[in-house]
C-alpha cells in the first residue's frame, strides 16, 4: 500500500493510495445433463409430430417412422430428441439449430440410416 504525507496547514494528511480492484469473474451456468440413454422406439404418433421426448424421467424417445421416411429427417428428429433428452433445460430454438447444424454435419460426411429388410 502506497502512503503520502502532505502537509495541510497545522496537521499532517496522509493519503492511502487504494490498489485497483480486480473485476469479479463472472461465473459460468452450469448445464444440468442427463447422461442416461434413452429407449429409442419407432411407433405411429399423432399429427405433426415426428418425434417425442418425454421429460418425466422415462428416459423414452418415440419416432415416427411414417412420417420419417427420408434418412436425413430421421438423422435431424434423432438429433433433436436427444438433445431434448441429455440437456432437458435448453429452450427449443436452440434445440432446434444445434440439431440441425449437427444433422447437417453428419449428412455431409455421409452418415446414413441403413434400411430394414
Known sequence: MNIKAKNVGWRWHIEKKKKPKKPKKKREKR????????????????????????????????????????????????????LHHHFPQTPEESVEEIGTLM?????????RRLEKH
Open 31 to 82: 448445464t444440468k445433463i442427463n447422461t442416461r440413454k434413452p429407449r429409442i422406439v419407432e411407433k405411429s404418433l399423432p399429427e405433426k409430430i415426428w418425434g417425442y421426448c418425454y421429460m418425466d424421467g422415462e428416459d423414452l424417445i418415440e419416432l415416427d417412422p411414417q412420417k420419417l421416411k427420408r434418412s436425413k429427417d430421421y438423422l435431424d428428429t434423432l438429433i433433436h430428441e436427444m
Open 103 to 111: 444433422a447437417e454435419a453428419l449428412w455431409r460426411k455421409r452418415f
